[in-house]
């Protein structure tokens, strides 16, 4: 007996449109004339005014794109989006930082974080990742497995989402509370570098978001063959998660460390195009109690980096439920700094911020998913029967 499937009234499924708002210049130009709206002869024209529209006036609906023919605008937006991703949640901190959970697609959600009076006027830290591969023992968002990496025009969503919230658009406005980008939320941002440097490319264009590259600064625990591509194809700022000067220490807090060990990380970092006095790499440092914040862990720092232009930043460990360790004393951080600053390296104490929803260093999404979900419990059970 044979049986035969009868597929002729199978409906395929429609594609999802496409977004736009992550694509560089040439992508939108070609994703323009591939979809058949436009004659190649105006794709650039096309694109540009799309460009504009999408990320200097912030706008998301092609109806609003005044300067595009009705039936035009009408073609584009069957086949295309420029939308947001979903806000699932959105806090404000009593020092003024603000958090947004966004779900830019089915069971895909991300944090973004924006700090006030950091950098000229205010530093959005975005996310390159949802999850980490990394496993940091000091950091909570590395407790969470790796799902994927971010698209390019999910990384821009967190600063266009930034931009609505804070209510900067045009791009041009003057007095911005939005001047630095940091890569230094979920993820390690070297493993996904075509995405983010396709996102710093679209940030930073003059005609669109206008983010200087030189206010754009990307993190990395050190990802070493990475480093000369990222500057090669970003120029931006460069900040390492360095956190011990010793390798046998490095290797607990930085498990990365036994792939790229710290002599081979600091050939990396001197090699990094553009690196200069006016251009110095950051090094991050949060300050574990007992672990390596002695006088004698400042002095091997200090040899670690020698020759190298740069500041380091001392982040006071942000405790989280299950974490082995406990933040540094206050006393024991100033005498650790002033050791740096005698030897002439900037040292600024990074004074946390947005502890209290949730947002300073290493506490992002994994931690918010569990208060959602005791919020729900507690829901749930004031709901219940007596």
């Not at 049986?3 to 994703?31: H, Q, Y």
């Not at 570098?193 to 940030?203: F, H, M, S, Y």
């Not at 002439?344 to 998913?369: F, N, V």
Request: proline share 5%; with cysteine; aromatic share 6%.
């Amino acid at each position: 007996m044979t049986l035969t499937l009868d597929l002729s009234r199978a409906t395929p499924k429609a594609a999802a449109p496409a977004n736009l708002s992550g694509m560089t210049r040439a992508e939108l130009a070609a994703a323009l004339v591939e979809s058949g709206v436009v004659d190649p002869r105006q794709a650039k024209m096309r694109a540009t005014q799309i460009w504009r529209w999408m990320h200097h006036f912030g706008v998301t609906d092609f109806d609003r794109m005044t300067d595009i023919g009705k039936e035009a605008r009408a073609a584009i937006a069957e086949r295309f989006t420029v939308a947001r991703p979903e806000i699932v949640e959105r806090q404000v901190s009593v020092d003024g930082t603000r958090k947004w959970l966004l779900r830019t697609a089915p069971g895909i959600e991300v944090e973004a974080v924006y700090i006030p009076d950091v950098g000229r006027a205010g530093a959005l830290c975005v996310s390159s990742q949802v999850g980490c591969t990394l496993n940091c023992t000091f950091c909570h968002t590395g407790t969470q497995p790796l799902v994927r990496n971010l698209t390019a025009a999910e990384i821009v969503a967190q600063v266009q989402v930034c931009r609505d919230d804070l209510e900067e658009w045009p791009s041009d406005k003057a007095d911005r509370r939005l001047s630095n980008i940091v890569f230094m939320g979920m993820g390690e941002p070297l493993y996904n570098l075509d995405n983010v440097a396709a996102a710093i490319d679209i940030i930073s264009d003059n005609e669109g978001i206008g983010i200087s590259r030189r206010r754009i600064t990307v993190s990395t625990s050190g990802v070493v063959p990475e480093l000369k591509a990222l500057g090669e194809r970003t120029g931006a700022m460069l900040a390492i998660s360095l956190h011990a000067a010793r390798d046998d220490l490095r290797d607990i807090l930085v498990p990365l460390n036994k792939k790229y060990d710290i002599a081979q990380l600091m050939a990396g970092v001197q090699a990094y195009p553009g690196l200069s006095n006016a251009r110095r790499v950051t090094f991050e440092y949060v300050m574990l109690n007992g672990v390596n914040d002695t006088p004698a862990d400042a002095k091997a720092l200090l040899q670690v980096v020698k020759g190298i232009p740069a500041k380091i930043n001392l982040i006071p460990y942000n405790p989280w439920p299950g974490g082995l360790y406990e933040c540094s004393d206050w006393g024991t951080i100033e005498t650790f700094a002033a050791i740096l600053n005698r030897a002439g390296y900037a040292s600024p104490i990074r004074t946390p911020r947005g502890r209290d929803i949730l947002a300073a260093c290493g506490q992002l999404k994994s931690e918010s998913e569990k208060v959602r979900a005791s919020a729900q419990r507690k829901i749930a059970e004031a709901e219940a029967p007596q």
